[in-house]
């Protein structure tokens, strides 16, 4: 079993118990100690409940990384944006295995000092790209691969909520009031958030690279200071054309992430609300529906599939799968497959290049 800390996740936090529960599903971790939150107290609070020593309960991630060093195999960075980078560099500077939320850090400079260091100190470095965690997404993956759908021409992604379409920020809804903050989310409120899981998703599934895009980023609720709405055109390295769409003022949507991708013989669409599912559209035949759990599925998708067909799974497996493969890396010394930190560096450097864009009238501007 490896003992992991958390940095993040107190009390009324919305993620950091998403990945205690994913660890407990996986079941290779077991969490020994935490600094939840910035008040000692209700890291002490949510410490008892969770079981946590209360000696291994501590008011800083500084000292937490510091004293922890050597007794636990890796720490989970959940907090919100603005404490991702000194809390991942604590952790590092210590010699400790990290798997950090995204958006990585707030800017690619930031975002790179943490994988040099990790390649110093010799220690993995994650971001919790969940969505890399679905069975059927590894399922479009190695298909893409394989040529099922010949060479890949168009992407279209997007990735719909609606949460924030009136003014959360202003009624002390927590999770509203730090995302809408210039200065604690890193300047943008929904490219961050929820357009960083299309950009990584893309280059994920197809292997493209983005060479050059062209944004145009939107504040639709009045009196908004960042973004909650944004179209993305795309260009990738093999002539591939994109389209994004991320929006959280999309009223009425819940979590409608959506990637389609059209080849030259055939295309593929996979909907995260429905994810045991993947359609499949080959040229000139009848579309089908390649089901999660089915003895036929590629060998990545059988691994990360738990449950018979019909039984749906979902979100908090996708996360269990994702630490499966960071844990896996941990006890192997090898890297297996999951988001590695040089994938946060790419994420941080395409929403500063999509923020540039559109301050230049959607100018098109390279990724490189
Ligand atoms: N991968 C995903 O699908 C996914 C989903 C939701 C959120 N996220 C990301 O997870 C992170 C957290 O989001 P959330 O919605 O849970 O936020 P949240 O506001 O609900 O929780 C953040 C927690 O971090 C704690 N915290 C902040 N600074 C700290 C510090 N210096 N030391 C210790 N604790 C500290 C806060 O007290 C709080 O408990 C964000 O980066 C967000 O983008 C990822």
């Not at 975002?111 to 590894?138: C, I, K, N, Q, W």
């Not at 197809?206 to 895009?213: A, E, P, W």
Request: charged share 20%; aromatic share 8%.
């Amino acid at each position: 079993m490896l003992k992991y800390a958390m940095i993040g996740g107190g009390p009324g936090a919305f993620v950091g118990e998403v990945h205690r529960t994913a660890l407990a599903l996986n079941g290779q971790a077991k969490l020994v100690a935490g600094c939840f939150s910035r008040d000692l107290e209700k890291t002490r609070t949510l410490g008892a409940e969770l079981g946590v020593a209360e000696d291994r309960l501590y008011a800083t991630p500084e000292e937490l990384s510091r004293l922890e060093a050597g007794d636990i195999d890796f720490a989970v960075v959940v907090t919100s944006n603005e404490a991702h980078y000194p809390n991942v560099k604590a952790c590092l500077e210590n010699g400790i295995h990290v798997m950090c939320d995204k958006p990585f850090t707030h800017t690619s400079a930031q975002a790179e000092e943490l994988v040099e260091l990790a390649r110093d100190r010799g220690v993995f470095l994650g971001v919790s790209y969940t969505y890399a965690g679905y069975p059927m997404v590894r399922q479009m993956r190695e298909m893409i691969l394989r040529g099922d759908i010949g060479a890949v021409r168009f992407i279209n992604c997007e990735y719909p909520q609606g949460w924030l379409a009136e003014m959360l920020e202003t009624t002390g809804h927590i999770q509203a009031e730090w995302r809408a903050d210039p200065v604690r989310s890193g300047g943008t409120l929904s490219l961050g958030d929820v357009g960083s899981h299309i950009e990584y998703l893309v280059p994920h599934v197809t292997g493209l690279k983005v060479t050059r895009l062209a944004a145009r980023l939107d504040s639709l609720v009045e009196g908004r200071l960042l973004d909650d709405n944004g179209t993305i055109l795309t260009e990738y390295d093999t002539g591939a054309r994109g389209m994004y769409w991320y929006s959280q003022a999309a009223t009425g949507m819940v979590n409608g992430l959506k990637i389609r991708v059209f080849g030259e013989t055939g295309g593929l669409e996979w909907f995260q609300e429905d994810p045991d599912i993947l359609h499949h559209m080959p040229l000139g035949e009848s579309a089908r529906k390649i089901r999660r759990g089915t003895p036929d599925l590629t060998p990545g998708a059988m691994a990360y599939s738990h449950t018979p067909p019909g039984h749906p799974e979902g979100w908090l497996l996708a996360f269990a799968n994702i630490y499966t493969s960071f844990c896996n890396t941990l006890v192997d010394g090898e890297a297996v497959d999951f988001p590695t930190g040089e994938d946060g560096v790419r994420g941080v450097r395409f929403m500063e290049v999509c923020l540039e864009s559109s301050k230049n009238d959607t100018a098109w501007i390279d990724m490189t």
